[in-house]
T-cell receptor
Framework: EAEVAQSPRYKITEKSQAVAFWCDPI?????LYWYRQILGQGPELLVQ????????DSQLPKDRFSAERLKGVDSTLKIQPAELGDSAMYLC??????????FGPGTRLTVL | QKEVEQNSGPLSVPEGAIASLNCTYS??????FFWYRQYSGKSPELIMF????GDKEDGRFTAQLNKASQYVSLLIRDSQPSDSATYLC?????????FGAGTRLTVKP
């Protein structure tokens, strides 16, 4: 069964350091989402790609966060510099157009 | 006003009972609606989706949608302890997918 892959699964870093997360969507899924989920809250959309184009990054803190999907397949989300408040689960999901979104296992980030 | 609202709970039901989870949304143009289950420390997994007004059944789960009231619900029949999790309501508008904060359900043996 096709799955969304994410790495790393866990990341511990010190504040002011740079971190990067990688996501490989289900093959053929043109839409890719990055969500941030703080403990006890629902997933918050950070950025959405359609193929290689960003269609929504209104909630992405652009002073420190960046995301790319250069070839319209896998994607990288970067934080530089990391802050204490960035500690959260970072979830990647993919879908066919406006279909169901399927999630990867997530990356648990802890900023010390 | 939050775009997607859920009662955060916790909701506690005895084993074998019906659990009822509710969700309201603000965007009248929303087109599709999803229920995800999330176990602690894990990522959300899809339970079911619904696009049209009315009920949709899948095993022990029934989703109900009322677009006029901007309301969607999930019923879990014959609740089992393994159903204990957080249930997330998600709403898709023109393009994006927004989530509620989730309702934590506990099914007691």
């Amino acid at each position: 069964e096709a799955e969304v892959a994410q790495s790393p699964r866990y990341k511990i870093t010190e504040k002011s350091q740079a971190v990067a997360f990688w996501c490989d969507p289900i093959s053929g899924h043109a839409t890719l989402y990055w969500y941030r989920q703080i403990l006890g809250q629902g997933p918050e959309l950070l950025v959405q790609f359609q193929d290689e184009s960003v269609v929504d990054d209104s909630q992405l803190p652009k002073d420190r966060f960046s995301a790319e999907r250069l070839k319209g397949v896998d994607s990288t989300l970067k934080i530089q510099p990391a802050e204490l408040g960035d500690s959260a689960m970072y979830l990647c999901a993919s879908s066919l157009a406006s279909g169901t979104a399927y999630f990867g296992p997530g990356t648990r980030l802890t900023v010390l | 006003q939050k775009e997607v609202e859920q009662n955060s709970g916790p909701l506690s039901v005895p084993e074998g009972a019906i659990a009822s989870l509710n969700c309201t949304y603000s965007d009248r143009g929303s087109q599709s609606f999803f229920w995800y289950r999330q176990y602690s420390g894990k990522s959300p997994e899809l339970i079911m989706f619904i696009y049209s007004n009315g009920d949709k059944e899948d095993g022990r789960f029934t989703a109900q949608l009322n677009k006029a009231s901007q309301y969607v619900s999930l019923l879990i029949r014959d609740s089992q302890p393994s159903d204990s999790a957080t249930y997330l309501c998600a709403v898709r508008g023109n393009n994006d997918m927004r989530f509620g904060a989730g309702t934590r359900l506990t099914v007691k043996p």
